[in-house]
């Protein structure tokens, strides 16, 4: 036993540098803007709107949902249906291992969240692409996601939102990428169409 550890009381024992607890990251957010430094906190509750300068920070997918949805009757629409790798995809890294890290890092299976609900009681299908997850590209689970949300959305006669946030498609599925294109295109054209006839104008 040290001197030090002799003098120290009983009760009193020294911390493990390794356990002390340091100050969380990411607390605090400089605003771009006005590089003003704001308190994570404040600026969730403002709608990730810089209170100093209205700065619109990156907002992400389930947040924009929960902001713009009514709290009451939400439903969300295609969250069983997760990505695969058909083609056994590996560029710098395997397909799995990205889809794996987005997942960890967005908390989400895919790159779109389609919820039915109601804006200011109006029944409505949002939908929403999360950026952070592998850009926000487009793939079989974004189109398919996608196209049940339109078809909801006719089948029910309520408007169809969606924010968009993507880099395009998905390379590492290759055509199957492309082909949304075609698949959600249809989708939108069937839904124009009912809303022509369904319209007052
Ligand atoms: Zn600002």
Redesign the pocket.
């Known amino acids: 036993m040290s001197w030090l550890e002799k003098l120290l009381p009983p009760k009193i024992t020294p911390t493990d540098p390794t356990e002390r607890r340091s100050v969380p990251e990411g607390l605090w957010i400089k605003?771009p803007?006005?590089e003003?430094v704001l308190y994570k906190t404040d600026l969730e509750k403002n709608q990730n709107v810089?209170p100093?300068?209205s700065?619109h920070h990156r907002i992400g997918a389930r947040a924009r949902l929960d902001a713009f949805l009514d709290p009451e009757g939400r439903y969300e629409l295609g969250q069983e249906v997760i990505p695969v790798d058909p083609l056994k995809f590996k560029d710098s890294r395997k397909y799995p291992e990205r889809l794996k890290d987005a997942l960890e890092t967005t908390g989400e299976t895919d790159a779109l969240i389609v919820m039915g609900g109601a804006v200011h009681s109006i029944g409505v299908v949002a939908a929403c692409f999360e950026f952070d997850f592998m850009g926000g590209s487009m793939g079989s689970v974004v189109g398919e996601r996608f196209v049940r949300g339109v078809h909801t959305a006719i089948e029910q006669k309520v408007p169809f939102i969606c924010f968009t946030a993507t880099g395009g498609a998905r390379m590492q599925e290759g055509l199957l990428s492309l082909m949304q294109m075609a698949k959600t295109n249809a989708s939108l054209t069937r839904l124009a169409k009912k809303a022509c006839l369904t319209s007052v104008c």
Request: glycine content about 0%; some cysteine; aromatic content about 0%.
């Open positions: 605003c803007s006005c003003a810089c100093q300068c700065h």
